[in-house]
T-cell receptor, first 116, second 110 residues
């Protein structure tokens, strides 16, 4: 597709369960970002990939959160032992360049996670 | 740590008015500044990107300015329309991350 695709669009799970969220970036974009947005807040940075490697994971809140991008395209955000406080919209964005190299970010529509 | 503040948090105007949204940031060492639009339940759409060396950018009825030394940006919307109703987010760029404000929720009534 032409834009950033995220699946699932909605995910409801129970506390303690494992969740995977998928992001398919715009073809050819080497930079990929995950953000988390809580209600009434701006998006908060989680992790940035340049190619296959995590160039900056300083935003991951704890070791229950992990993300991969094994082939430099699709990325998966993995959350273990989910907690109610993990409920939020998880946004993925891609860019042809890092933000510091004039990279304009293109966002997907997000995956809304609800932990009961 | 970079902090971004947007004022006002919400704004309601009648159709046709010109309006200004404000954004301030604490660390002036930024690469660029972006304004985004977010419709309810949707992702973010980039509106304007201003490089740190630039002072303004224009796209149609939108004009964004940047005063990097004072840590401020404004988004000017001319002749507002009901279709402009959305949340507008300001974000400043470090090398690998964007730091967002909480947004201004705009409602333009017919």
């Amino acid at each position: 597709g032409a834009g950033v695709s995220q699946t699932p669009s909605n995910k409801v799970t129970e506390k303690g369960k494992y969740v995977e969220l998928r992001c398919d970036p715009i073809s050819g974009h080497t930079a990929l970002y995950w953000y988390r947005q809580s209600l009434g807040q701006g998006p908060e940075f989680l992790i940035y990939f340049q190619g296959t490697g995590a160039a900056d994971d300083s935003g991951l809140p704890n070791d229950r959160f992990f993300a991969v991008r094994p082939e430099g395209s699709v990325s998966t955000l993995k959350i273990q032992r989910t907690e109610r406080g993990d409920s939020a919209v998880y946004l993925c964005a891609s860019s042809p360049l890092p933000t510091g190299n004039t990279g304009e970010l293109f966002f997907g529509e997000g995956s809304r996670l609800t932990v009961l | 740590k970079q902090e971004v503040t947007q004022i006002p948090a919400a704004l309601s105007v009648p159709e046709g008015e010109n309006l200004v949204l404000n954004c301030s940031f604490t660390d002036s060492a930024i690469y660029n500044l972006q304004w985004f639009r977010q419709d309810p339940g949707k992702g973010l759409t980039s509106l304007l990107l201003i490089q740190s060396s630039q002072r303004e950018q224009t796209s149609g009825r939108l004009n964004a300015s940047l005063d990097k030394s004072s840590g401020r940006s404004t988004l000017y919307i001319a002749a507002s329309q009901p279709g402009d109703s959305a949340t507008y987010l300001c974000a400043v760029s470090g090398y690998s991350t964007l730091t967002f404000g909480k947004g201004t929720m705009l409602l333009v009534s017919p």
